[in-house]
């Protein structure tokens, strides 16, 4: 009887145990990985946080933000036989990659920023009151042609015969041409955009930024290329004088030429 009693005992407790056994395991294992859970998403919270504060800071010397409210104005191109004005599809996502960046900021839109075509600004001398940002380059945007005629660079464009020039000021012998404009186009399409910024020549408190390509699509890869985490930190470390300008490559695809395939940086940040 005992044999029997201690049999049926020692099998009844001895699971009990082991259950025991397991279930504090697996409570340890759980508290620690909770643990491990919380380390993890605490150091992705600094860097996020860090990050966040990073391109706050290179996005505030970049575009003046927090000296005063911030314009982008995109080119319009008027339509004699309609007698209206169109806007570029590539102006206009250039401007819709702003106004995300701008948003992701915790800026609204009519308070801190504004987006407006170049046509409703009928006196200039009002830029000087705010940061600007201008979207295409000097053969449909004015804007363009009079601030960086009036800014001393190393990368410029200009407009001649209705075409945009982009050159390099310290090797004259040196003009940026898309593949369209090449005697024998690669296989490859490709464009060019500019990336400057610097002090409103009316005004050292306010900045313009301008992001034009020689082609719409240009204009498009210099607005993703400032928008992209990273660009605009390294940006703003080559400031000098407070002014910056640099080359992108901008490729595409011919059957979508407002969507770039690839934007790199072309030689140096001066």
Same mark, same amino acid.
């Given at each position: 009887m005992v044999s029997v009693v201690g049999t049926v005992g020692d099998d009844t407790i001895a699971p009990a145990q082991a259950q025991a056994g397991v279930a504090t395991e697996i409570g340890l294992g759980l508290a620690t990985s909770a643990i491990g859970s919380g380390i993890t998403l605490s150091v992705q919270h600094v860097r996020r946080s860090f990050r966040e504060r990073a !391109? @706050? &800071?290179?996005?505030?010397? %970049? %575009? =003046?933000? =927090?000296?005063? #409210?911030?314009r982008i104005i995109h080119s319009s191109v008027y339509d004699p036989p309609e007698n209206a004005y169109n806007y570029p599809a590539t102006d206009t996502r250039a401007a819709r990659e702003l !106004?995300?960046? %701008?948003? @992701?900021?915790?800026?609204?839109e009519? !308070? *801190?920023?504004t987006v407006e075509p170049d046509r409703r600004i009928t006196n200039t001398s009002l830029l &000087?009151?705010?940061?600007? !940002?201008?979207?295409?380059g000097p053969a449909r945007?004015?804007?363009s042609a009079d601030l960086l005629g009036r800014t001393d660079l190393r990368y410029q464009m200009h407009a001649t015969r209705g075409v945009n020039v982009l050159t390099d000021t310290q090797r004259p012998n040196v003009r940026y041409l898309p593949s369209r404009?090449? #005697?024998?186009?690669?296989?490859?399409s490709f *464009?060019?955009?500019?990336?400057? @910024? %610097?002090p409103h020549p009316g005004n050292s408190e306010r900045r313009v930024v301008v992001l034009a390509g020689i082609h719409g699509t240009g204009t498009v890869g210099a607005a993703e290329y400032v928008c992209t985490p990273g660009n605009l930190e390294r940006i703003v470390k080559a400031f000098e004088y407070q002014r910056t300008s640099l080359v992108v490559r901008v *490729?595409? *695809?011919?059957?979508?030429?407002e969507t770039p395939t690839g934007v790199t940086e072309d030689f140096v940040v001066s």
């Open positions: !391109v @706050s &800071r290179a996005a505030r010397a %970049f %575009f =003046g933000i =927090g000296r005063a #409210p911030i !106004v995300q960046l %701008f948003e @992701s900021m915790q800026m609204r009519g !308070v *801190d920023f &000087r009151e705010d940061n600007t !940002v201008l979207l295409c945007n004015g804007l404009e090449l #005697p024998l186009p690669p296989t490859r *464009d060019y955009g500019l990336i400057a @910024s %610097f *490729d595409y *695809d011919d059957a979508d030429l």
